[in-house]
């Protein structure tokens, strides 16, 4: 029996189809972002035959953008370039608005991939790339690591976007094998990410203040739940302090050096957790 609303599966998704509806939700709303008509009928045929999604198309990054805050999409389909768009440009974009749907998953699609390509793609804080022409597997691949393994997300300065550690993870289906990987998801080396980034974002309060103010802010919510995972009270203090003073700050225009020397106690730590590391290591 099928649930409502829910399509009844082409015979080539048979095998997968308690994989996708259990992503279904997660599908509802996608915005196709492509100059070329052609190339957004098919991909929304194949999410409609998939999900039932609704689809929103845009053929351009201003109308894209303008889209996305009014429908609020779940999923983003973008072509990489096209007359008139520039899909890295379009995702770095997303990434640092103030949209509500600024870290929904993204989906790079181009029949051009290039080594240059796919790394811009990642470092423009895309989720995913899928190469033209692909298969049903290759898109249902994708689909499932953006909704059903969602990658940590990374609230930095000079990158916003998912972990690009696990790029395009919809081409590997084994399990992680090296130790750096496993490594990765400790809290330990949560908390050393954090502190790094959060030191990175000290830095950049005087050229870019609110995509500073937007990161140190998260670092701080992730130091304090990774230090008390690890039952580090003194860290997890000093990170509440440091939030605290961002706080009554958020009203207020940002002054590099009185930044410093309130989240000089807390940046204290950096120090500590990489002697930890490189002794662990």
């Known amino acids: 029996m099928i649930a409502a609303g829910v399509a009844e599966p082409p015979a080539v998704f048979n095998e997968d189809y308690k994989t996708i509806q259990r992503m279904v939700p997660m599908l509802q709303r996608v915005m196709i972002v492509d100059p070329q008509p052609n190339g957004a ?4 045929d194949l999410m409609r035959n998939t999900a039932r999604s609704q689809i929103w198309t845009a053929a351009s990054t201003p109308k894209a953008l303008g889209l996305a805050g009014n429908v609020d999409p779940q999923l983003v389909f973008v ?3 096209g007359p008139g768009l520039d899909g890295c440009e379009f995702a770095r974009s997303l990434r640092r608005s103030h949209l509500a749907c600024r870290q929904t998953p993204i989906i790079m699609v181009t029949s051009t991939a290039t080594a240059a390509g796919i790394l811009a793609a990642r470092d423009a804080g895309v989720h995913e790339f899928l190469r033209k022409p692909f298969t049903t597997k290759d898109l ?3 689909l499932e690591a953006v909704t059903l393994r969602p990658r940590d997300w990374i609230e930095a300065v000079a990158y916003i976007g998912p972990d690009r550690r696990r790029f ?3 081409d590997y289906t084994g ?3 090296r130790r750096s990987d496993i490594k990765a998801d400790t809290d330990a080396a949560r908390i ?3 502190l790094k980034i959060l030191k990175a974002a000290v830095a950049a309060v005087a050229h870019d203040p609110a995509q500073a103010l937007r990161s140190m802010r998260a670092q701080v919510s992730e130091l304090q739940r990774a230090a008390l995972a690890v039952m580090d009270i003194r860290l997890a203090e000093a990170a509440g302090e440091f939030g ?5 700050a958020a009203d207020k225009p940002l002054v590099a050096a009185d930044v410093a020397a309130q989240a000089a106690p807390l940046l ?3 120090s500590a957790d990489e002697d930890r590391d490189t002794e662990a290591a």
Not at 41 to 44: K, S, V, Y
């Open 41 to 44: 009928r098919l991909i929304a």
């Open 79 to 81: 072509e990489m370039s």
């Open 140 to 142: 249902l691949r994708r």
């Open 168 to 170: 395009n993870s919809g």
């Open 175 to 177: 399990a992680l094998k």
């Open 192 to 194: 050393l990410q954090a």
């Open 244 to 248: 605290r003073y961002l706080a009554a």
């Open 268 to 270: 204290a730590f950096t």
